[in-house]
Structures are given as structure tokens and as C-alpha cells.
């Protein structure tokens, strides 16, 4: 089945500096890469997603990147503002089914 | 519209003890899914639901039940609770497949003693 790694696990950031996270997948079938943002004690949401056929992908300050060929893909935010502090999940699609890394808690400091 | 609703918010079982809980969405939605959310483990997958009228396991079914009532309801059992099923249980729906996002519930937390 799939297997989807996520990096860092923990990651603080200066209000305004860039955050970088990175996940890894293992089945080249997984053909659509979603990334959600989840709150303290709420549920998560979706913030952006990516499918297999595009590369790369931006709104606003937040952008993903796919590498098809490595298997991995990449959520970056730029111009960090206190309000990013969550967690964050990436997830990949196969035959249906989401596998979610084990998320990374993003802090951004004033 | 309400989105996806979970019912209890919170419930606590003794090992042992059985119970349902229940999902719903008001979004026309063809696929439902049940996560469990536990510390560090991120969100695994118990069972989900591509249409009415099927399920199938997720990553980490055992110990557990889903039946998909109708196009709205998707509930998850849990027909002994161990103490290793306290977790945040979350439900999801999806338009189709796994290709669209997927809209959260509010989640359950579940303590079993």
C-alpha cells in the first residue's frame, strides 16, 4: 500500500520568513496530492491541492510543487503571518483512498 | 447548510462497552470516509464508503464496524472498545473518488477507560 512521509515533524519560523515542508510517497499509482491545515481542536481543511499531470501550483502565498520522478512534493509559504501557526498534513490519493503524512506543527513567531 | 455533522462530541467508554457513532453530510456527496487522529500518527484511515451500498477497509479497520445507511449517514461501531481505540475520530465526504476535497467533520473525542 501507500506510504507517505512527512519532514519536519516541528517547525519554527519568524513572522515573515518562508516554511518549507516536505513529504515523500511510495506508489507511483498516487495521482493527486492534497495538503490541509488544521487548527488547534478543529478539523482540518484543505488549503491546496495538486494533481498528478501539474507541477507546480500556487495561490496566493501558498504554493505546492510535485517531482513525479523523486515521488515527492512540497507545500511552501511565503511571508509567514502568525495566523499559519497549525499543523499541517499532506496526503496522497490512491485508488481513492487518502494516506496522510504524520503532520508537521508550524509555529510563527511575531 | 451544515456540511458534515458527527454526534457524540464527546464520549466516554469503559473497555468492554460498545457504541455508534454517527456521521452525516447535506453536500449530495458520493463518498464518506472515517479517520482516526491520534498524537504524532497524523490521520489514518478506519473504513470508507465510494458510493451507497459499499464500503471498504482503510489502513486500520480492526475493531470496527461502518454501514453506510443511506447517501447521508455513515456511522462507525466499535462492538468492544479497548482502551487503544482512544482517539479523535473524524468523518469526511468527498464529491467522488478520492480526486476532490474532502470536508471534515467537527470529530469525536473518544476516551475508553
Known amino acids: 500500500g501507500e506510504n507517505v512521509e512527512q519532514h519536519p515533524s516541528t517547525l519554527s519560523v519568524q513572522e515573515g520568513d518562508s516554511a518549507v515542508i516536505k513529504c515523500t510517497y511510495s506508489?507511483?499509482?498516487?495521482?493527486?496530492f492534497p495538503w490541509y491545515k488544521q487548527e488547534l481542536g478543529k478539523r482540518p481543511q484543505l488549503i491546496i491541492d495538486?494533481?498528478?499531470?501539474?507541477g507546480e501550483k500556487k495561490d496566493q502565498r501558498i504554493a505546492v510543487t510535485l517531482n513525479k520522478t523523486a515521488k515527492h512534493f512540497s507545500l511552501h509559504i511565503t511571508e509567514t503571518q502568525p495566523e499559519d501557526s497549525a499543523v499541517y498534513f499532506c496526503?496522497?490519493?490512491?485508488?481513492?483512498?487518502?494516506?496522510f503524512g504524520q503532520g508537521t506543527e508550524l509555529s510563527v513567531k511575531p | 447548510n451544515a456540511g458534515v455533522t458527527q454526534t457524540p462530541k464527546f464520549q466516554v467508554l469503559k473497555t468492554g462497552q460498545s457504541m455508534t457513532l454517527q456521521c452525516a453530510q447535506d453536500?449530495?456527496?458520493?463518498?464518506m470516509y472515517w479517520y482516526r487522529q491520534d498524537p504524532g500518527m497524523g490521520l489514518r484511515l478506519i473504513y470508507y464508503?465510494?458510493?451507497?451500498?459499499?464500503?471498504d477497509k482503510g489502513e486500520v479497520p480492526n475493531g470496527y464496524n461502518v454501514s453506510r445507511l443511506n447517501k447521508r449517514e455513515f456511522s462507525l461501531r466499535l462492538e468492544s472498545a479497548a482502551p487503544s481505540q482512544t482517539s479523535v475520530y473524524f468523518c469526511?465526504?468527498?464529491?467522488?473518488?478520492?480526486?476532490?476535497?474532502?470536508?471534515f467533520g467537527p470529530g469525536t473525542r473518544l476516551t475508553v477507560l
Open positions: 464508503s465510494a458510493s451507497e451500498g459499499t464500503t
Open positions: 469526511a465526504s468527498a464529491s467522488s473518488g478520492g480526486y476532490n476535497e474532502q470536508f
Open positions: 496526503a496522497a490519493n490512491l485508488w481513492g483512498k487518502l494516506i
Open positions: 495538486i494533481r498528478s499531470n501539474v
Open positions: 453536500m449530495n456527496h458520493n463518498s
Open positions: 506508489d507511483s499509482a498516487s495521482n493527486y
